[in-house]
């Protein structure tokens, strides 16, 4: 079992000038405790009430802070849990996805979903199309990744825009590309991109068990219709851990360990207490050797 850590919050004591010491705190430490990803999400405002805040709270754009974490770290894979398909132009965001994935020495996971926080783009003037047309965004951006890596320069056509020659120079370090994770738990839809085009899924553990293995079930069935092997799909599950407060070291490893049973092999958590750090030594010494094995 892997364990990952998200940082979703950047409203950290002493304010914007303590963001970049903390962060760095966090990453090289997270690295040294044996954290096999880490992750940031795709906003501009913060999510209402994720650990109390607001919507005007302290919030980083996601593939800045990673080529930061980049530049910090070695060994961790890095990820956007998961970029919002509306947010960019698909051929500037191949673009980005394959720097930070070369400028990191090949750790970069292309994360991406059909986004949700209409008061996020409606707020920031970023056009909110229907639900179908998100949909198909997100469909041409899996098919636009896919004929990119797949040679060094193509021409493509999707339903919603059109790339006559986008290069592929330099390609990415990966191989045989990032790994494309696509978030959601969508079972007609988002499920079935992930069996056509992905390498990995995440399910939040927020939707609950039963609806966590409808999701599987779901990716199972598309797979066996697509000729997939399902085994072949990373199922990453995002979870938040508060060790300040209500969860002990038992109660994480009781999470796992049923995620692992359920077929799971990614953890990521996001921790309210990150900043204290403590909770990061936690996982090092108590947990992360501990599931190694699961």
């Not at 394959?98 to 990191?104: K, V």
């Not at 995002?238 to 049973?261: F, G, H, P, Q, Y």
Request: one cysteine or more.
């Amino acid at each position: 079992m892997y364990i990952g850590l998200q940082i979703p919050s950047f409203k950290v004591p002493g304010g914007t000038t303590a963001i970049r010491p903390k962060l760095k705190e966090i990453v090289t430490t997270a690295e040294g405790a044996g954290f096999h990803s880490l992750w940031v999400m795709d906003h501009y405002y913060q999510i209402k009430g994720l650990f109390g805040e607001s919507y005007t709270d302290p919030m980083l754009e996601a593939y800045t802070t990673l080529g930061y974490f980049a530049g910090l770290t070695e060994k961790a894979r890095l990820g956007v849990l998961v970029t919002g398909v509306i947010y960019r132009h698909p051929a500037v965001l191949m673009k980005m996805v394959n720097t930070l994935d070369i400028l990191s020495g090949g750790r970069a996971y292309f994360g991406i979903g059909a986004a949700w926080y209409e008061d996020e783009a409606k707020g920031n003037g970023i056009p909110y199309p229907s639900t179908s047309e998100r949909f198909e965004k997100l469909e041409d951006s899996l098919k636009l990744a896919k004929a990119l890596w797949n040679s060094d320069e193509t021409s493509f056509a999707g339903k919603h825009f059109s790339a006559p020659a986008i290069t592929n120079n330099p390609r990415p370090l990966s191989s045989p590309h990032p790994r494309i994770m696509i978030g959601g738990t969508g079972p007609n839809k988002t499920l079935r991109m992930v069996a056509q085009y992905a390498d990995a899924c995440n399910i939040g553990d927020w939707v609950g068990k039963e609806n966590m293995q409808n999701a599987l079930d779901s990716l199972k069935r598309h797979c066996e219709t697509l000729g997939r092997d399902y085994d072949s799909i990373e199922k990453t599950s995002l979870c938040t851990v508060n060790l300040s407060a209500k969860d002990k070291v038992s109660s994480v490893m009781s999470r796992i360990k049923e995620l692992s049973a359920m077929g799971f092999t990614h953890v990521i958590f996001n921790m309210p207490d990150v900043y204290s750090i403590t909770p990061l030594k936690t996982f090092a010494k108590e947990i992360i050797p501990s599931v190694a094995g699961f």
